[in-house]
């Protein structure tokens, strides 16, 4: 087995305890910001029928991402997981703010054929729109928000200061890098049917990952150590 492999069932691994803590995942659409979050931390997404085939049982990440990694950003974990999530009661929600929902988005758009729908020429462009623009992506933002929502998560609180070299960053640059199948013999590769290889960013298809960021960098294995310690002081939170 190579030492990738390893790392890869050891990292699993440590999501499991860090899943017994949590008191198991959570899916985005029942979840609300009265919950009891974090401040900061780092989120792990999983995807139904995403199977792990190389490194044990069970459904593989499909998304590593943290927030805050800007020198006096204030952004909490649930404000990301919320942009991620949409808004509750329309369903709908800002692929521009988020993305996760870009992505997501551009696969949905060529899975079924959306390529005439209004809203697909603007879908993921510029960095904001005006109202009637917006009106015309809510179909597609629905069915984005409904594909994040069911999305099984974990996370993992890491109560540091917001900056480019914090703890959570390194964990998700070096979880992303370490799950990535860019350039390398795929371990776990995401199923023939996966949604991603539908996306129209090559390195989302290639990684088998709804990330762009790190999927082509190598990955340090002492991350696994400050994981591994992470999760121990994060205690029970059920």
């Not at 984005?144 to 998700?172: C, H, K, Y």
């Not at 590769?189 to 539908?198: F, K, V």
Request: aromatic share 8%; net charge neutral; glycine share 10%.
């Amino acid at each position: 087995m190579s030492q990738c492999s390893q790392d890869i069932r050891r990292f699993y691994d440590l999501l499991a305890v860090l899943s017994q803590r949590l008191g198991g995942a959570r899916r985005l659409c029942a979840c609300e910001g009265r919950m009891d979050w974090p401040q900061r931390g780092v989120y792990f997404f999983y995807e139904a029928d995403e199977e792990r085939q190389q490194s044990g049982s069970g459904l593989r990440l499909v998304r590593v991402g943290t927030h805050a990694l800007t020198s006096g950003s204030k952004t909490s974990l649930w404000n990301r997981l919320s942009q991620h999530r949409g808004q509750a009661r329309s369903g709908g929600g800002n692929h521009r703010g988020s993305i996760f929902r870009l992505l997501v988005g551009t696969a949905l758009i060529k899975r079924y054929d959306l390529s005439g729908h209004h809203g697909a020429s603007t879908w993921g462009r510029g960095s904001s729109a005006p109202r009637d623009i917006r009106q015309d992506e809510q179909e597609i933002e629905q069915r984005v928000s409904a594909v994040i929502g069911a999305m099984p998560f974990l996370w993992l609180a890491v109560e540091d200061d917001a900056n480019p070299e914090s703890q959570r960053g390194t964990i998700e640059r070096n979880a992303i890098a370490l799950l990535s199948n860019h350039s390398k013999q795929a371990i776990d590769p995401p199923s023939a049917d996966w949604l991603g290889l539908d996306c129209n960013r090559p390195l989302v298809r290639q990684s088998g990952l709804w990330n762009q960021n790190h999927v082509d960098e190598s990955y340090d294995p002492s991350f696994l150590d400050t994981f591994a310690r992470l999760i121990d002081a994060m205690g029970a939170t059920s």
